[in-house]
């Protein structure tokens, strides 16, 4: 499969990857593996084959509409970088 | 009428908060107005190492709109990650569904703003589950301070109803959504307050311009943040005109320019180019891994064909067609919603004259809710009273102004009709009390009879007043109904 550099940027940028130029190669060349591994795949006829969702024959696991106990209010924000003790805290977006 | 050198083009896409106790994927609460993140989960807040399991209630729910709104329900369904990075959306992505949704093709018929006697019809090209994201506050005034994320209403199970471009003007799209309101109400699948954002709406809008005997389009805009039903009317009248307007100076076409995304400014009145993000619109979805699929089996349909109820389409035909009502009163009781509906059952089931019950209750019950801000569940005269009292005036027991009072007194009273006509000193007057009074009159005022008998109708309105001065209790009606014929048989 050829993979261009637009290819390889536009999926980083869609990623929230920035990309130094001396990275790119190194980057490159393992997306490229990547996408040789799972491409064998297409080796593979499938000619007649139902296509599934997902990869287990197991279906409509659902649990009833009962309320659980939420995380307590400081252990909810712990782990965050940044919070004011009642929000998450990030840098600005703009709206 | 349409004088517009355009055809109006509007596509809805609505985001509807389905009643249930919990989220879609985890056991948190959905309950509204709760302190900042403290409904909240490993699951809604995407820690790793957490997996959604997928409530019931939601299913059941969307496929009881789905029925509703004639659409074709999935037999299979599955789930699917929308990627994208904001704040608000802890995992990086959403899980919603793409290319299987629980709902397919539908439609829903609306009273016609412009007839209302008549119906418009939008067909829904799809209606599905998706989670809703948290909510982020911004620092409106510097935009330079941090961004507050408040992720309580995470994970909230929303049903996006996606509607074909067949509205044909703002006011259309006004009535398609009341319509879609009052039905998700009386299905009870959601509360549809908008203020606390459990109804969202979109607006897909362009315009077709008739060139030469061809129709031209202009580029599709999308407009976001409407907040009200209002909101929504304005926004996409003051749209067309904007794209009208561009069309004549720039001459683009839905061929040159792709779909556009603008934010309604409600106190601006106008529509406000949003920031495009770049790629924004490639949200490469894929089958969610943590998620199997969902069979809707014929049992889960059935289940919810039962709890269907009437729709208020069907409710306002049965009040029309059985009942007699005119559209626009069996409207006016219908929007109130389903207790309102089955209030005014109450009182025709007691015996009581559909138009006047509908009368009475548009009148003076309605009044009254209004002015004591109360619902009808909490309105002191049951619908079997007021049934008694209507029936009191049918047979002309008591008269209207009477009735009037009877209501007045039944509002602070729980009494029956009987005891609160005693408590008022009203006293039904037999029909030989009323001849003899109406000879009295005959014989006490020779010229305005001779005036009535000379064709004078209103000549008889003056003896009215001395029929109640000398029996308070007199019915007006059938004093003058008497007073007719014994003239006429003079
Ligand atoms: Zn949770």
New binding site residues.
Partial sequence: MNVSREDILKVASLSKLELAEAEFEVVASKFRNVLAFVEQLNEVDTTGVEEMAHPVDVHTVTRSDTLQE?LDHDVALSNAPKSDGEFFLVPPVLG | MNQTPYRLVVGLEVHVQLSTET?LF???STTFGAPPNTQ??P??LGLPGSLPVLNEKAVQLAIRTGLALNCKIAEVTKWDRKNYFYPDLPKGYQISQFDQPICGEGYLDFPDPDAPETTQRVRLIRAHLEEDAGKSMHDEVHGRADSKIDLNRT?TPLLEIVSFPDLTSAAAAKAYLTELRLLLTYLGVSDCNMQEGSLRADANVNLHIPVDGNDIATPIVEVKNLNSFRAVERAIQYEAGRQFELWKQTGKTIKDAPKQTRGWDDEAGVTKAQREKEESADYRYFPDPDLVPLRVTEAMLSQQKVVLGESPSAARNRLQVNLGLKPYDADVIVSQGQSMVAYFDGVVAGGADPKRSSNWIQQDVMRTLKENDLSVEQFPISAARLSELLRAIDASVVDNTRGKSIFQYLLEHDATIPDAMAALGIVQVDSSEIETLCKELIDENPKVIAEARAGNAKALGSLIGAARKKNANADAKVVRELLQKMIDAM
């Fill in positions: 939420s | 989220k985890c056991g948190c909240v989960c699951v809604c994970g």
